[in-house]
C-alpha cells in the first residue's frame, strides 16, 4: 500500500515525490512515525504501563532529521508542516471539545475524577493556546503592550462568539434522517474547525480560531448527546492519520546541533519550575472541592503530561521568527521549540507511568460495571 500510493502520487505531483520534494518526506515521515510509535508499544517493562507511542513517533522524527543522508533526502517545506500541524491542531481541538481526551476504566467515576480532568484539560487549551498567542503577538509586534493584551481578549470573545452560533448550527444540520448522519457531522464539525484555525490566521487574530473550534465541538456535543460516540469514532480516525505527522514533524525540527547544553540546561529548568507549580497550584486548588488526599494527589499529577498542544504551537514562534528574516529571532524561536521539545520527552512518559500506576492505587473503582464490560487500565490519551 505504502508503494502504491507513492506512485500514485509521484504520477500526479512528479518530482513533489521524489527525494527532496515535499511529499516524499512526508510519506517517508508518517510511516516512520507509525513505525516509531508501534517499536515502542511493543516495550513492555514488568509491573509497569505502556509508553505513550507519541514518543517513538517523535524520536523517529528526531532521528530523520539527524542521520546524514537521509536528513538531505527527506525534507519538508516550512509552509507545509506549519500547516499539518495547524490541521492536527484543529483535529486536537475538536476532541478537546467533544470531552475525547481521556478515558478510564472505572477509576475515579463516582467521584467525578475523569469528568474534571476532561473539563479542565479543554480549559487548560483554552488558556495554552490563548495565552500563547497573546506573548507571540507582543513579542513580534512594535504596538504597547496593553494594545496586545486587549487584543488577546478580543480574540477570545471572537472566538466565542463565532463558535456558538457554529455549535448550533451543526447541532440541528443535518437532520436526523440522513443515512451517513455520524460521518455528516464529523465532516461538518473537521471542515469548520480547520476553516477557524486557518481564517482566524489570515484575519489576523489567531487567538480566535482554536477557541472558536472548541466552542463549536463542545456545543454541538451538547446537542447530540449519546451520538456524540459516533461522530467520536470518526474524529479519532483523523487524530490517527495526524498523530504521527504532528510527533514526527516537531521531531524533525530539532537538529542535534541546536541542542546546545546551555538551552537544553535553562529549558529544564525552566519546565521543571512550571511543573512543580502546576503541581502545586493544581493541589490547593482542589483542597476543597471533596476529594480525599490520594485522590488530590492523583489529580496534580495528571496534569503533569504535555504533548499535543504543545507539539501543534511549539514550532510557531520559530515559524514567525522565519517570516521576519532576523537570527536573534529565530534563535529565540528555536529556544521555545526546544523547551516544547523536551516537555514532550520527558513528561509524556513520566506523566502517563504515574497515570497508569497511581489510577488503581489511589482511585476508587466503580463497583457496578456491566457484566459484559472488560476491566481496563486507567489511562490518558496524550
Not at 517513538?56 to 508542516?81: K, T, Y
Not at 495547524?86 to 463516582?110: F, M, P, Q, T
Request: hydrophobic share 50%; with cysteine.
Amino acid at each position: 500500500m505504502a508503494v502504491l500510493l507513492w506512485a500514485v502520487l509521484w504520477s500526479i505531483t512528479s518530482s513533489e515525490c521524489l527525494p527532496g520534494g515535499n511529499l516524499f518526506g512526508i510519506i517517508i515521515l508518517f510511516y516512520c512515525a507509525v513505525i516509531g510509535g508501534r517499536l515502542l508499544g511493543l516495550v513492555k517493562l514488568p509491573t509497569l504501563p505502556p509508553l505513550p507511542p507519541l514518543l517513538g513517533m517523535l524520536l523517529a522524527g528526531f532521528l530523520l532529521r539527524n542521520i546524514p543522508v537521509i536528513c538531505d533526502n527527506v525534507q519538508i517545506e516550512h509552509r507545509w508542516s506549519s500547516s499539518l500541524r495547524s490541521i492536527a491542531l484543529s483535529v486536537i481541538l475538536v476532541r478537546a471539545g467533544l470531552g475525547l481526551d481521556s478515558k478510564e476504566g472505572g477509576y475515579g467515576v463516582e467521584k467525578g475524577v475523569p469528568t474534571l480532568l476532561m473539563a479542565a484539560g479543554s480549559f487548560d487549551d483554552i488558556l495554552a493556546i490563548t495565552g500563547f498567542n497573546t506573548c507571540l503577538s507582543i513579542a513580534f509586534s512594535t504596538g504597547s503592550t496593553m494594545f496586545n493584551v486587549l487584543r488577546g481578549v478580543l480574540e477570545v470573545v471572537i472566538g466565542v462568539a463565532t463558535g456558538v452560533p457554529l455549535g448550533f448550527f451543526i447541532r440541528y444540520f443535518p437532520s436526523r434522517d440522513q443515512a451517513t448522519l455520524a460521518l455528516t457531522r464529523a465532516s461538518l464539525l473537521l471542515g469548520l474547525s480547520v476553516l477557524a484555525v486557518f481564517g482566524s490566521t489570515r484575519f489576523g487574530v489567531p487567538g480566535s480560531g482554536g477557541l472558536c473550534t472548541l466552542v463549536t465541538a463542545f456545543l454541538a456535543g451538547l446537542g447530540w448527546s449519546e451520538e456524540k460516540g459516533e461522530v467520536g469514532k470518526i474524529i479519532a480516525v483523523a487524530w490517527d492519520i495526524f498523530q504521527p505527522l504532528l510527533f514526527g514533524l516537531i521531531g524533525a525540527e530539532v537538529s542535534v546541533a541546536s541542542l546546545r547544553p546551555d538551552t537544553v540546561g535553562f529549558c529544564v529548568a525552566t519546565l521543571g519550575t512550571a511543573v512543580l507549580i502546576r503541581i502545586l497550584t493544581t493541589f490547593l486548588m482542589v483542597c476543597f472541592a471533596g476529594f480525599n488526599i490520594k485522590e488530590k494527589l492523583f489529580i496534580s499529577f495528571a496534569w503533569l503530561p504535555k504533548a499535543t498542544v504543545q507539539a501543534a504551537i511549539g514550532s510557531v514562534a520559530l515559524d514567525m521568527a522565519r517570516s521576519h528574516g532576523e537570527e536573534q529571532l529565530e534563535r529565540y524561536g528555536m529556544d521555545v521549540l526546544t523547551v516544547a521539545f523536551l516537555a514532550i520527552l520527558i513528561t509524556a512518559p513520566i506523566g502517563s507511568l504515574l497515570i497508569g500506576l497511581l489510577g488503581p492505587r489511589f482511585l476508587q473503582k466503580l463497583e457496578h460495571q456491566n457484566e459484559d464490560e472488560a476491566p481496563q487500565q486507567t489511562s490518558v490519551q496524550l
